[in-house]
T-cell receptor, first 117, second 113 residues
């Protein structure tokens, strides 16, 4: 089974702090994603990565950055946390679409509920 | 740009009965994938069912089936014989040509014992 793990389930930080959210997957997936989930808004893509050291902005990248130094690990960084970044953060991974797996299902971690005070 | 709309923020159903969750989407593409994901309380998001747009036949997975109406851009999820373990947030998602998922706002499903 694919396993996607996130470093913390719950995190409380102060405004202005630098915050690191870590995500690790164990199935050699090329693609990794960071979403934030807010009630009534569904999931919104922050950043994604198709390969090591590669990153692409999603729909809401402002205030965030990412790092992918190894294939299995994708980190989300809040350079200076603000109260409007209080949210649930979900990491996901998937294979790159191929002829045998064209649908590239995304597998999710348990999420990190971040509160910024 | 593609959009996904789930018009029911919350639905409830009696245990053992059938419930249908609605999803509509907007796209100009002809080939794409649609997904229903389930997020149980405090648990990980998991895939329930997927549909390839070029396939006429509606996808089924045990008690879960979809009603895919391509011309109407509708993709509803039917859950038969509802069980307490079906209680969750259900999200409809569309995969665009860049392989990214575009998500609906979600429907909270409550199962009444």
């Amino acid at each position: 089974d694919v396993k996607v793990t996130q470093s913390s389930r719950y995190l409380v930080k102060r405004t202005g702090e630098k915050v690191f959210l870590e995500c690790v997957q164990d199935m050699d997936h090329e693609n990794m994603f960071w979403y934030r989930q807010d009630p009534g808004l569904g999931l919104r893509l922050i950043y994604f990565s198709y390969d090591v050291k590669m990153k692409e902005k999603g729909d809401i990248p402002e205030g965030y950055s990412v790092s992918r130094e190894k294939k299995e690990r994708f980190s989300l960084i809040l350079e200076s946390a603000s109260t409007n970044q209080t949210s649930m953060y979900l990491c996901a991974s998937s294979l790159y679409p191929t002829a045998t797996t064209p649908h590239n299902e995304q597998f999710f971690g348990p999420g990190t509920r971040l509160t910024v005070l | 740009a593609q959009t996904v709309t789930q018009s029911q923020p919350e639905m409830s159903v009696q245990e053992a009965e059938t419930v249908t969750l609605s999803c509509t989407y907007d796209t100009s593409e002809s080939d794409y994938y649609l997904f229903w994901y389930k997020q149980p309380p405090s648990r990980q998001m998991i895939l329930v069912i997927r549909q390839e747009a070029y396939k006429q036949q509606n996808a089924t997975e045990n008690r879960f089936s979809v009603n895919f109406q391509k011309a109407a851009k509708s993709f509803s999820l039917k859950i038969s014989d509802s069980q307490l373990g079906d209680a969750a947030m259900y999200f409809c998602a569309y995969r665009d040509s860049n392989y990214q998922l575009i998500w609906g706002a979600g429907t909270k499903l409550i199962i009444k014992p």
